[in-house]
């Protein structure tokens, strides 16, 4: 019986990896790359020790903690930099694409019935899960061998054999730990959407938690699986022990797994299912009322998502403002800006990445119009008396609307947790201004989502590359020191630092003109284009 | 009067050609019949039809308007099942039912409900949990329940139980009784039979034969099986007698339409004790348009 549950997972096993022999590969050289390029760079760019302390002495403070996590400011060498500044960002990579894997291999091919000929064969009921987590530890051990000896392989003093593998091995592990978790929900949710939303839910989350963590409370941070990334102190300390703790957490998230899929029926889930409306409420009558009820969950859990971020990096500024408060040097160096506290003047650079974060949600909204064209669904609505300028139209809109509310909500959270903290409190126009700065960008993203739908619909993805693009120019941008026309690349280079800059019209109109521009060739596109099926 | 005309349709996806030169006419109070086998061209001549493809050359007219410019007017007054029915998961039927009759314009109440209740069909299940007998009811129910001029069904039966097929076979029947038009396109022979005034039959792209069912006799064959007193012998020297099977005391063969009369001469001088004929299916007409095909091009060659 046991025996017979796991039958033919190696098969499974080597008929996923023939699936995903472009995929993982990809994947696997462009986080080694990134992990390698950015050492070589900081070794040009931070060659002297002095140079190293300048920088560390402005990355001592709690908003750069909230965000990058804890460092080893004191001995500030290249390895402890590296570690300081790209561990944890890139386990938030590491643990998306292992989100993605999962889910693909899981719920999304059991959602599509893919997973109900495989049963049909003579092959275990847990064999599929098992073989994908066979796949992702198999995935993230090459992973953790080649960016660990490819660390080494650099050759810089400061990073150690010891180091380079647990830094490799802390990204294999934080895959391996949310290859557990999606695999989980894959169990409970009936929807490859809702497992990969939920997913990624944990990953935010543990990742916020960790920020308030880092910032104020360590056993919080203790709590997180980042939290873990970052106790490992690569470089300086080398703790292997929170290793442990993401493998140890993977295997009991994977055995429940196992249990939960052997006991539940195929293509069911175990979130209740309510039974549902007999008639289609008033709301529900058009493409653009449908459009809303298909993305509402979504949207929800995005805007408290948002919330919660703005809250996070708000409640970071109280202790930012103590910390400057103790520092004359800081004091001194900072304050050449007149009438912006310390403290508001970082405010541009938790800014710019929420603003690129609260792009994501938008965007989506956008591509959905595609997707439901490629799940053959389009044809319901302009099979009848739907034009096609209307269902763009209703798509466009709710992705504008949805942008809108979203960096709205950053500036909301932001600016009331930050009052909440700071003695001084913080003006709302200042904060909501410096968000909002940000639309026209924003519009620019979802404009290239228009043009793509309308004339190069499978090329629709690039838009995230795209995304990914500006927010490694915006997040290295300033410590890489890279040319400026690397940032004006991108909608995002051209935006006013507010409330520090000074307010530009001039960039913000081209853009939105450039957006408007976009949108109306993507409609264009749309007219005269076959829809796919 | 026509309905829908289509004019020598062609459809390219990059270098493939899914289309060469279809024509179709429908008219007025006319169910059309539209057969051909898997990936023969049916599903995109539809879409094409629908706006939702663009002709690479020729055109589509739905009552005298263009397919691809005038979509939207002349949606208003379609009601159209997809072959594949795909649906949102987490939306009920009901919820589907409704919407897409109200994206139509017109609203016909009553009728929702008793289709609902004729296909036998349970609203407030999520999409996710139908069959796909069940998602074609669906676009059925939503389809019947609209006052449309004309229909255009794409495999409609595919995924529906015999009882369903009887259901569905009614529908159509009644819009007929109330002057609209059907187009029907269909694998399934027997039932663009039963149906259909006209059918025209599309393979590889290219219509090869369209017409009334009587018009195309002339491609079928009878099916007999004959039990004589003496011993039937002689059948193969006959002209259009194929497929000679001896079954027990009987012998089966099938009988090109045009030689019925002297078959049934020379058969019935050995003495006639039991004769069975089943008419001609679609099935033949189709196997015998290939086989005619197939002469004349041997022919062509020699
Ligand atoms: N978007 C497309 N791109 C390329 N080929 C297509 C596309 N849609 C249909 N085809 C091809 O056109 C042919 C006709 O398909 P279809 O109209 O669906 O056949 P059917 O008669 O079964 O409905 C098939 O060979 C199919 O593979
Ligand atoms: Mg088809």
Redesign the interface.
Known sequence: MAQSLFKKTGSLFRFMLRRDRLRIPLWLIGITFFTLIVPIAFVDLYASQHERDGLAETMANPAVTAMVGPGDLENYTIGAMTSHQMLLFTAVVVGLMSIWLVARHTRADE?DGRIEMIRSLPIGRVSNLNATLLVLCVTHVILALITGFGLYALGIESMGLEGSLLYGASLGGIGIFFAGVTVVFAQLS??SRGTIGFSIAVLLIAYLVRAVGDVGNETLSWISPFGWVTQTEVYANNHWEPLALMVGVAIVLGVLANYLNAIRDLEAGFFP?R???????AF????IG?AV??QCTGMIAWAIGMLVMGVAYGSVLGDLEAFFEGNEMMEQMLVAEEGYTLTEQFIPSLMVVMALLATVPPVMAMLKLYGEEK?????????????RTRLMGSYLIISVVNGFVMLSLTAIGLWSAGATVMEEGLDFGTIYGAALVYYPAMLVMIGLAVLFIGVLPKLGSVIWLYVFYTFIVLYLGGLLDFPDWVGHLSPYGYIPELPVDEMEWVPISILVIIAVILMIAGFIGYH????E? | MSVLAVNNLTKRFGKFTALDGVNIEVNEGEIYGFIGPNGAGKSTTIRVLLGILKATQGNAKIFGQDAWSDAVEIHKHIAYVPGDVNLWPNLTGGEVIDLFVKLRGNNNKSRREELIQKYNLDPTKKCRTYSKGNRQKVALVAAFASDADLYILDEPTSGLDPLMEQIFQECVLDVKSKGKSVLLSSHVLSEVEKLCDRVGIIRQGKMIESGTLSELRHLTRVHMLVETKQTLTGLYELEGVHAIEEKDQAVSFQVDAEELDNVIKHVSAFGILKLESTPPTLEDLFMRHYEQKDESEVGGAS
Do not use: M, Y
């Not at chain 1, 039974?275 to 409420?281: D, I, L, T």
């Not at chain 1, 005269?528 to 829809?531: A, F, M, T, Y």
């Open positions: 959602e009936e929807s299912a039974p549902g409306r007999k008639k289609a409420s529900l009558q058009s493409p449908l009820k298909l799940k053959n669904r389009i044809d319901h609505l302009l099979g009848r008396a739907v034009s005269k284009r076959d829809i099926g």
